[in-house]
């Protein structure tokens, strides 16, 4: 009697100790604090704080709002990488709606290999143009990784641009026009290519700006025509 009471006694304090600690297990797991990401800071800029009151473009002041938008991405910044950036703003005095900027990380004529990453702000339009043989290099063939944020890249093929109302040509390129409008929409991780060699494309960037990797065979400025005869 003796050892079946003190089993019973044993077995009664396991269960009492088993629950005691799935209550504290309980306790530990509902004091859990849920940390919410924080917010970014919206990408805002205007094209009144790339020009001076003469309306000269301040490239300083566009790769402030450049190296704001590649912090919100968390694109690497090296050392010396604002010095490499190059920037334009086609002369037409809009650099927030039309404009290009990019870090060219090579471009080897002799064997003919090139790769640039290419940053545009939110809304940017690169340019349409065209690429063609010149000094002794061939056609530019190439592609695009979009790395971060978004781009819609056009080119070639059925007209789609009725799907797409949040792309609108600036006015002061080419009086709003282009030639080509059939649109990409890329998002982070995807890649598109050049249709056909030398033919019309350009890009624009969506609300959070983008920046691509480019890859293509060669570069050659003297290669390159704008569709816009005024951006040439």
């Not at 006015?171 to 995807?190: C, F």
Request: hydrophobic content about 40%; proline content about 4%.
């Amino acid at each position: 009697m003796k050892t079946r009471s003190f089993l019973t006694v044993l077995m009664l304090a396991l269960l009492f100790n088993n629950c005691a600690n799935k209550n504290e297990k309980s306790k530990t797991i509902d004091t859990v604090e849920v940390v919410e990401p924080t917010n970014k800071k919206e990408l805002k800029f205007s094209n009144a704080q790339f020009y001076d009151a003469e309306g000269q473009f301040l490239e300083e002041k566009a790769k402030d709002a450049l190296m704001e938008m590649l912090e919100y991405h968390d694109y690497p910044i090296f050392e010396g990488l604002r010095e490499k950036i190059w920037l334009t703003d086609y002369n037409q005095g809009n650099y927030a709606e039309l404009g290009l900027a990019s870090v060219m990380f090579v471009n080897n004529e002799e064997d003919q290999y090139m790769l640039m990453d290419i940053f545009l702000l939110p809304g940017q339009m690169l340019g349409e143009h065209m690429h063609f043989a010149a000094e002794g290099n061939p056609v530019k063939m190439e592609g695009w990784l979009v790395r971060h944020g978004k781009s819609y890249i056009v080119g070639v093929g059925e007209n789609n641009r009725d799907q797409f109302p949040q792309v609108v040509v600036p006015q002061n390129h080419w009086d709003g026009k282009v030639t080509t409008n059939h649109i990409i929409e890329a998002h982070e991780g995807d890649f598109a290519s050049l249709a056909e060699a030398e033919s019309p494309h350009w890009q624009m960037a969506g609300p959070e700006g983008v920046v691509i990797t480019e890859v293509g065979n060669v570069h050659t400025n003297a290669g390159v025509l704008r569709s816009d005869p005024k951006m040439n």
